[in-house]
T-cell receptor, first 115, second 110 residues
Framework: DSGVTQTPKHLITATGQRVTLRCSPR?????VYWYQQSLDQGLQFLIQYYNGEERAKGNILERFSAQQFPDLHSELNLSSLELGDSALYFCASSYFWQGGTDTQYFGPGTRLTVL | ELKVEQNPLFLSMQEGKNYTIYCNYSTTSDRLYWYRQDPGKSLESLFV?????AVKQEGRLMASLDTKARLSTLHITAAVHDLSATYFCAVEVAGNMLTFGGGTRLMVKP
């Protein structure tokens, strides 16, 4: 158990809908990262937050957005869902956002299925 | 754009044998990570390699980093069934963002 929690574990929804994925980082970690894992794209970095502020953006679609709240939990919002958005979404956390021997610890993931 | 390539993508090996997984990356980075993923599960951190020539070992796994060649290896010694999983290397770029390789699916047969 990495100490990173994600809810829900599974989510099934229809095309065009909007969902919110939630992540709580390890105690003391200030950075949260979101990744998408799919068969065709592999593991891709989406976005990073550090202490409430966006720090880095990867291959995140405009239909997707995220935020980190004062208690450091984070939410990833996916809207206008398409079949191709079906994937495993991971949240990871670390203490520092830059430098050091700062390993990212991954949560159990949320499996999103868009029908 | 940073590219991270692993090979092989799939590896079937007998218990007791040795093998090496390779991770090549396209731009300069001094930090490389290895993760393990069991089917349907999360990613478990195995090693963090921080500098050229770094070598780390845990049990039957040993990882090394050659930043000049932009190459990391994960060596498996005397494989056992419990090592069956998918192994990912990931290279750190600015802001602690990780770029992952495609993964190597390892199957160890008795």
């Amino acid at each position: 158990d990495s100490g990173v929690t994600q809810t829900p574990k599974h989510l099934i929804t229809a095309t065009g809908q909007r969902v919110t994925l939630r992540c709580s980082p390890r105690s003391g970690d200030l950075s949260v990262y979101w990744y998408q894992q799919s068969l065709d794209q592999g593991l891709q970095f989406l976005i990073q937050y550090y202490n409430g502020e966006e720090r880095a953006k990867g291959n995140i679609l405009e239909r997707f957005s995220a935020q980190q709240f004062p208690d450091l939990h984070s939410e990833l919002n996916l809207s206008s869902l398409e079949l191709g958005d079906s994937a495993l979404y991971f949240c990871a956390s670390s203490y520092f956002w830059q430098g050091g021997t700062d390993t990212q610890y991954f949560g159990p993931g949320t499996r999103l299925t868009v029908l | 754009e940073l590219k991270v390539e692993q090979n092989p993508l799939f590896l079937s090996m007998q218990e007791g044998k040795n093998y090496t997984i390779y991770c090549n990356y396209s731009t300069t980075s001094d930090r490389l990570y290895w993760y393990r993923q069991d089917p349907g599960k999360s990613l478990e951190s195995l090693f963090v390699l921080l500098s050229n020539g770094a070598v780390k070992q845990e049990g039957r796994l040993m990882a090394s980093l050659d930043t000049k060649a932009r190459l990391s290896t994960l060596h498996i010694t005397a494989a056992v069934h419990d090592l069956s999983a998918t192994y990912f290397c990931a290279v750190e770029v600015a802001g602690n963002m990780l770029t992952f390789g495609g993964g190597t699916r390892l199957m160890v047969k008795p």
